[in-house]
């Protein structure tokens, strides 16, 4: 296997790293394992990477309050309970990451991104991917990656069985060569992780353990 790395064509994607999604901010989505020590390891591999010259990105679940995903908005519904709308399954989570509150902030320091794509914008959409909406609408984040001529991402962040997956998996089938950082990720749950890895290693993403495996 090739796991040599051109710097010059390599993005890094950090997904998601809000506080809604940690325990360290007790966040209203707070996923397994996202103490301080987490967040220190995604700040230390991310400031190393681009002291090496990767270009850094990041992804920011960024909804309104009024979001078709927050249980809060079905009549009669419970949180976690897993429903159809418009022939399409929807999960129904706690409220999170609404826009303009602390905990949708990303919790390392924005200034380390050249960009930071928004996704979860529309409340008729869910956004778990980077690349695409529910709906199929674009984030423009594959135009972004493509005009700094890159061909490779690593990616890693939260939730492994979530947002992390559904970034890789549309990166793989937009054309990118993917890493995938295991240790700088964290799942919501245990089997659903499990099986988020075996799929994405499936469909042709490197799992790499730790950061300093690949650079
Ligand atoms: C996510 C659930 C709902 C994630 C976002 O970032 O993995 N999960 N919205
Ligand atoms: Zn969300």
Known sequence: ??????IDQTGVIVV????????LKQGSLAVQDTDQSYIDKVLAA????????????????????????????????????IIEVDGRTQILWPPHCVRGSEN???LIDNDLFLAIIQKG???????????FDDGGI??????????????????????????VKATAMDAIKSGFKVFLIENLCKGVA????????KE???????IIPVISDII
């Open 1 to 6: 296997m090739d796991n040599s790395l051109d």
């Open 16 to 23: 998601d790293v809000q506080g809604d999604f940690t325990i």
């Open 46 to 81: 991310t400031k190393q990477l681009k002291s090496k010259g990767y270009k850094i990105f990041a992804t920011q679940d960024f909804h309104p309050q009024n979001h078709v995903s927050f249980y809060t908005n079905h009549k009669n519904k419970a949180v976690y309970e």
């Open 104 to 106: 949708a902030n990303i």
């Open 121 to 131: 914008m529309n409340s008729k959409y869910d956004s778990y991917s980077g690349f």
């Open 138 to 163: 674009k984030t423009g984040l594959d135009e972004l990656l493509k005009s700094y001529k890159l061909d490779t991402l690593i990616i890693y962040g939260l939730a492994t069985d979530y947002c």
């Open 190 to 197: 245990d089997d659903t992780s499990k099986s988020a890895l």
């Open 200 to 206: 994405m290693k499936l469909a042709g993403i490197k």
